[in-house]
């Protein structure tokens, strides 16, 4: 049990990293990372629906889709529950905290098409942890507290990989770069690193 | 009058607005099929048969679609159309269904095709949607399959699976690797456009002076664009 609590963690924030090592997400990791402040927004608002997209998607895939044999239709059910969500959460945070909704809501409606969301909604729908996690032992069932706590450290993982580019990012601004690598293949060339040091987590 | 048009657009999907050298769109996909070049391939051309397929149907529904509710319609569109392509190659080509994995759901949220939707097909006539669709989809699977053959031939030495040369990178099958050759593919892009346009410029100035008969023209040096 707490193991297996360990190995998700470890797994899903460092050695199975959503952007730097599956390469899910990576359109925010671009266009949204260039201040750590709104790197750590975007990381906040994603992690957030991440865990409201899994408390809805997993129920529904799980004791409707399946009893009901439309399983096939998940695509599409899905992409639906993930828009609904964001634009439901945009409203609630627009009436509760218009503070936080300055901060926050532009990065929302683009969360609807980050691959993450529906990578993790997918990932999720297998019958043992150990298929998504490496390392568990064989034979413990995947069920909804499972996938929350996935879901958790992977926008967590995400947090993470965005707060340090931000980092990068700043810095790289001031450094003279020749003209074809400004702007995208610089910064592909800093992932590169990164993912590099995630890389080792790997190994271990 | 038409071929021009339509040579246009496809010259505009193909080479100056490629959605993955140009835009840099849709790189989860990129970056994550591209460890061998027939990987790459199959994602370029399953991309581009959902992007004709909704782009066609978006045009022709594009004046019975509300304005308000357009992206949600756009989405379902896409996501029917992928559901579709998942059956037909799980079917039909089960090896590319295998190695695509998580990634062949994932292209309902590939930007390119939600872009082409919202920035053509929903305010053209349905012809030039199409043309447009193969165009974008035909580049980047061009750009897909280039990173995919760079990547395999200096991670395994071998080229759309047949092995040529004897040696081993492990880092270009890699993440790391991926980002790296993105990136490399990328600048390389920019740079030989760059060129290319700087090039053209010179030739249209030359053209319109030259029949004036003034004094000759500096040579052409690549340092005009100021």
Known sequence: MASTILLIVISAVFSQNFILVKFLGICPFLGVSKKTNSALSMGIAVTLVMLLATLVTYPLYMYIMVPLKIEYLEIIFFIFVIAALVQMLEKIIGKISPALYRSMGIYLPLITTNCAILGVAELLLVNEVSEVVSGVAVGISMNLGWALLYALCSGLGFTLAMILMGGVREKLEKLPVAKCMKGFPITMVAACFMAMAFYVFALL | MNVKKYGKIAYDGLITNNATFKLVLGTCATLGMSTSAANSFGMGLSVTVVLLLSNVLISMLRKVIPNTVRIPAFVVIIATMVTLLRMVLEKYIPDLYDSMGVFLPLIVVNC???????????????????????????????????????????????????????????????????????GICIALFVFVTHKMEQRQRVRKMRALRAPAGDAPLPPVTGQEDK
């Open chain 2, 112 to 182: 390119v095709i939600l872009g082409r939707a919202e920035a053509f097909a929903s305010k053209n006539p349905v012809l030039d949607s199409a043309v447009d669709g193969i165009a974008t989809g035909l580049g980047l699977t061009f750009a897909l399959t280039f990173i995919g053959i760079v990547r395999e031939f200096l991670g395994s030495g071998s080229f759309f699976g047949i092995q040529v040369m004897d040696f081993k990178i492990g880092f270009f099958t890699n993440a790391a690797g991926a980002f790296f050759v993105y």
